[in-house]
C-alpha cells in the first residue's frame, strides 16, 4: 500500500520561506511524476507544482517564480521549497503520484501551512 507522509509546515510570517518534505513508501519512486497540492481554507483542493520521472517541472502561475519542486530519488522524497510567502498560499499541503491530470494513490495527512503576521 502506497502511503505519502508529508512535513515542514508551519506558521510563517509573510515573506518568509518553508521547505516541505513528502516521504512515499513506494518501490519504483524514480519512475513516477510527482506533484504537490494544497487546500486553503474553505475551497478546493489545487495542484501548485508537479514534477516528471525525468525531472521537468511545472507550477501554477501563482506560485512561479518562488516555489521550486525538487525529488530525491535515493530518499523517495519530494520537496517543495516555498519562498515569499503570502497569505494566499495559506492552507494544507499534500504530495501524491499523478499520471498526467490524475492523482492516483490516496491522500497522506498533509501538512499545515499557514501566513500570518
Known amino acids: 500500500q502506497v502511503e505519502f507522509v508529508e512535513s515542514g509546515g508551519g506558521l510563517v510570517q509573510p515573506g518568509g520561506s518553508l521547505r516541505l518534505s513528502c516521504a512515499a513508501s513506494m518501490s519504483l519512486f524514480s519512475t513516477v511524476d510527482m506533484a504537490w497540492y494544497r487546500q486553503p481554507p474553505g475551497k478546493k483542493r489545487e495542484r501548485v507544482a508537479a514534477?516528471?520521472?525525468?525531472?521537468?517541472?511545472n507550477y501554477v502561475d501563482s506560485v512561479k517564480g518562488r516555489f521550486t519542486i525538487s525529488r530525491d530519488n535515493a530518499a523517495n522524497t519530494v520537496f517543495l521549497q516555498m519562498n515569499n510567502l503570502n497569505s494566499e498560499d495559506t492552507g494544507v499541503y499534500y504530495c501524491n503520484r499523478i499520471i498526467g491530470t490524475i492523482v492516483v494513490n490516496s491522500w497522506g495527512q498533509g501538512t499545515q501551512v499557514t501566513v500570518s503576521s
Open positions: 514534477i516528471t520521472s525525468r525531472g521537468a517541472r
